[in-house]
């Protein structure tokens, strides 16, 4: 069955498959679900990524199936949070800051930590990535994966610095 899409945020950039399935297709509401499935297809694969690239699951010293499926369904929460960064990164760049998915702490947190204003989703996600690591020359990109990973793992640290310090008694 051929695929194609009819309005795509680009024109330049239309997707059009072929999708050959086992099912069944003798009418159009039938192709329609076949298609409908396929299409989750890239969630799917960018949320391995995610977990494999980014989190290095396969490197994860985990001595049974059990273990790793408990370290792969919590990993599961970051990598969903991380591809939501990227894919409003990709779809709307110049969104306000608060568009970018992150609770209010943590986005003073990035501000105050970047030392920028940061407006929009874009400068966000760019934040997030410098503190993982990237240097955001015009050269560089965007931050992949492990780049955010890295990120994401230092703003939660903050976060927990920021929430634990209230509870700190005076030293001296």
């Avoid at 800051?97 to 760019?126: D, H, M, N, Y």
Wanted: proline share 3%.
């Amino acid at each position: 069955m051929r695929v194609w899409e009819v309005a795509a945020p680009d024109a330049e950039d239309k997707l059009e498959w072929l999708l050959w399935c086992d099912a069944e297709v003798v009418a159009c509401a039938q192709a329609r679900e076949c298609a409908l499935h396929y299409s989750t297809r890239w969630v799917i694969e960018e949320s391995h990524t995610a977990i494999k690239t980014g989190l290095g699951a396969e490197r994860w010293p985990l001595a049974s199936a059990a273990r790793l499926c408990a370290a792969v369904a919590i990993m599961r929460v970051v990598a969903l949070r991380l591809r939501e960064l990227r894919e409003r990164l990709r779809r709307h760049p110049e969104a306000e800051a608060a568009q970018a998915g992150f609770r209010p702490l943590e986005l003073e947190i990035v501000r105050q930590k970047s030392g920028r204003t940061l407006r929009t989703v874009r400068e966000v996600a760019l934040a997030i990535g410098r503190l993982g690591g990237h240097r955001n020359r015009t050269r560089d990109g965007l931050p992949g994966w492990q780049t955010l990973w890295h990120g994401m793992n230092t703003l939660h640290a903050l976060v927990e610095g920021v929430l634990s310090a209230p509870r700190l008694h005076s030293f001296g």
